[in-house]
T-cell receptor, first 113, second 116 residues
């Protein structure tokens, strides 16, 4: 079945460092891909999405590109801030699961001042 | 616009008691999902509905758990009897099928449940 694998955390960075969180997926068709972010005490919220191959999603300085050839959707940010400390989830919808979303395990990010 | 609303935000009760969690999805959304999140098991999908009909309840841990969606604007997740291992944060999320698979899920802020 469909699955999402993302790098284990926690990831600890200093403010203004470059961020990459790796995400790969397994799906036979053409799912939509998402990154969600969860701040402490809150529910998950959409950070960005891409719906077809080579699409780039972007929001709040974060970017991710839908790579069909490598089945990847890595999250990047050029300069992280303390306020980016959160848990980040890679996810996919569509393909065999229909409207059910398959989530990765989440990656916790700590940003130090 | 109002987001997904869950109640209560926190619930502390004793083992054996019945617990009812409530969710109001975003108006116009036709999918509703219930999740459980713990440190050990991460985010787990318990059950989801489409147009108020349960589609997949394979994630419901056991018969003590039940969920209903009597109308498009309300859903409940009930645990009876509750056990300490049910302690977790329970999230409700909704989404719309309009626009296809590109539509994200919208999450509530969760109910933090503690069973003593």
């Amino acid at each position: 079945g469909d699955s999402v694998t993302q790098m284990e955390g926690p990831v600890t960075l200093s403010e203004e460092a470059f961020l990459t969180i790796n995400c790969t997926y397994t799906a036979t068709g053409y799912p939509s891909l998402f990154w969600y972010v969860q701040y402490p005490g809150e529910g998950l919220q959409l950070l960005l999405k891409a719906t077809k191959a080579d699409d780039k999603g972007s929001n709040k300085g974060f970017e991710a590109t839908y790579r069909k050839e490598t089945t990847s959707f890595h999250l990047e940010k050029g300069s992280v801030q303390v306020s980016d400390s959160a848990v980040y989830f890679c996810a996919l919808t569509g393909n065999t699961g229909g409207f059910k979303t398959i989530f990765g395990a989440g990656t916790r990010l700590f940003v130090k001042a | 616009d109002a987001g997904v609303i869950q109640s209560p935000r926190h619930e502390v009760t004793e083992m054996g008691q019945e617990v009812t969690l409530r969710c109001k999805p975003i108006s116009g959304h036709d999918y509703l999902f219930w999740y459980r999140q713990t440190m050990m098991r991460g985010l787990e999908l318990l059950i989801y509905f489409n147009n108020n009909v349960p589609i997949d309840d394979s994630g419901m841990p056991e018969d003590r758990f039940s969920a209903k969606m009597p109308n498009a604007s309300f859903s409940t997740l009930k645990i009876q009897p509750s056990e300490p291992r049910d302690s977790a944060v329970y999230f409700c999320a909704s989404s719309s099928s309009r626009g296809g698979y590109s539509q994200p899920q919208h999450f509530g802020d969760g109910t933090r449940l503690s069973i003593l």
